[in-house]
T-cell receptor
Framework: KAGVTQTPRYLIKTRGQQVTLSCSPI?????VSWYQQTPGQGLQFLFE???????NKGNFPGRFSGRQFSNSRSEMNVSTLELGDSALYLC????????????FGPGTRLLVL | DAKTTQPNSMESNEEEPVHLPCNHS???????IHWYRQLPSQGPEYVIH???SNVNNRMASLAIAEDRKSSTLILHRATLRDAAVYYC??????????????FGKGTKLSVKP
């Protein structure tokens, strides 16, 4: 099976802009989770989608949002970008039979100038 | 999810075994012990998981203490490619936060040639 894919891999934006990141899970996986990784805060959970519904949400402002489509592909959006949003954004997918095991994509590295 | 404690860093020589410890004294009866690793510039990678018994796979072995309050990830012959940050995470597959992993600081493993 193909692994989790994320596009784009690298992105440069300026403050105030918005950005949309895309994630394609492993075929058959219905759960998609998003994480933000920064040197200072480490890996932090953003949100999780399962069958097109947000099932769980981390402690991030409302500027961070996401959605999931009927084919389980997911997008996350960050509006009104701030310098502190510069990070590696990781997507992970899991199946309902995996006892919580998650499979990560390579990430999208976002730089906000 | 219960908390885990790991050493910040460890060193190993190439082709020698490595034992990475993890303490989880507040583990509940339904928590699985998961290990992930993150190589430089990559997303986290699933390594192994277990509940009560010791587990082996092609990447590593997981030794779980009888009282389940600690565990050890064993890399039988370290290679330079094993240099990474290793995360020990407890997961309850039926818990409320089933869609997110709580990452600590992990253990940064250095492998010397």
């Amino acid at each position: 099976k193909a692994g989790v894919t994320q596009t784009p891999r690298y992105l440069i934006k300026t403050r105030g802009q918005q950005v949309t990141l895309s994630c394609s899970p492993i075929s058959g996986h219905r759960s998609v989770s998003w994480y933000q990784q920064t040197p200072g805060q480490g890996l932090q959970f953003l949100f999780e989608y399962f069958s097109e519904t947000q099932r769980n949400k981390g402690n991030f402002p409302g500027r961070f949002s996401g959605r999931q489509f009927s084919n389980s592909r997911s997008e996350m959006n960050v509006s009104t970008l701030e310098l502190g949003d510069s990070a590696l954004y990781l997507c992970a997918s899991s199946s309902i039979t995996s006892v919580g095991t998650q499979y990560f994509g390579p990430g999208t590295r976002l730089l906000v100038l | 999810d219960a908390k885990t404690t790991q050493p910040n860093s460890m060193e190993s020589n190439e082709e020698e075994p490595v034992h990475l410890p993890c303490n989880h004294s507040t583990i509940s009866g339904t928590d699985y012990i998961h290990w992930y690793r993150q190589l430089p510039s990559q997303g986290p990678e699933y390594v192994i998981h277990g509940l009560t018994s010791n587990v082996n796979n092609r990447m590593a072995s997981l030794a779980i203490a009888e009282d389940r309050k600690s565990s050890t990830l064993i890399l039988h012959r370290a290679t330079l490619r094993d240099a990474a940050v290793y995360y020990c995470i407890l997961r309850d597959p039926l818990g409320r936060s089933q869609g997110n992993l709580i990452f600590g600081k992990g253990t940064k493993l250095s492998v010397k040639p």
